[in-house]
């Protein structure tokens, strides 16, 4: 398969259909956020399904310094939390 732009098959496009970035240390507005966010607008562009998981467990001071992020989801990573989805 191969590592950028589109699949060449459907087959290829099937075994990436759902894509979950995830972000264990929350939103902290500086290089991890802003990678996310580029890469989140390389899967929509793609035609790629994706969701964004971030932790909120920590705050951090920059943490609206990225306003336009799309399909995030805000969760503690706690078994009720994550279980529940």
Same mark, same amino acid.
């Given at each position: 398969?191969e590592?950028?732009? $589109?699949?060449?098959? $459907?087959?290829? $496009?099937?075994k990436?259909n759902n894509?979950?970035?995830?972000?264990?240390?929350?939103i902290?507005?500086?290089g991890v956020?802003k %990678?996310?966010?580029?890469q989140? $607008? %390389? #899967?929509?562009? @793609?035609? #790629?399904n #994706?969701?964004?998981?971030? +932790?909120?467990d920590?705050t951090? +001071?920059?943490k @609206?310094?990225?306003?336009?992020?799309e @399909?995030?989801?805000h969760?503690?990573?706690?078994?009720?939390?994550?279980? +529940?989805?």
């Amino acid at each position: 398969m191969e590592l950028h732009g $589109k699949p060449k098959t $459907k087959k290829q $496009k099937e075994k990436m259909n759902n894509i979950s970035l995830v972000m264990g240390r929350g939103i902290e507005g500086c290089g991890v956020t802003k %990678f996310t966010i580029e890469q989140a $607008k %390389f #899967y929509a562009k @793609n035609d #790629y399904n #994706y969701k964004i998981w971030a +932790s909120k467990d920590k705050t951090w +001071s920059r943490k @609206n310094a990225h306003t336009d992020i799309e @399909n995030l989801e805000h969760i503690k990573f706690t078994e009720e939390e994550v279980g +529940s989805r």
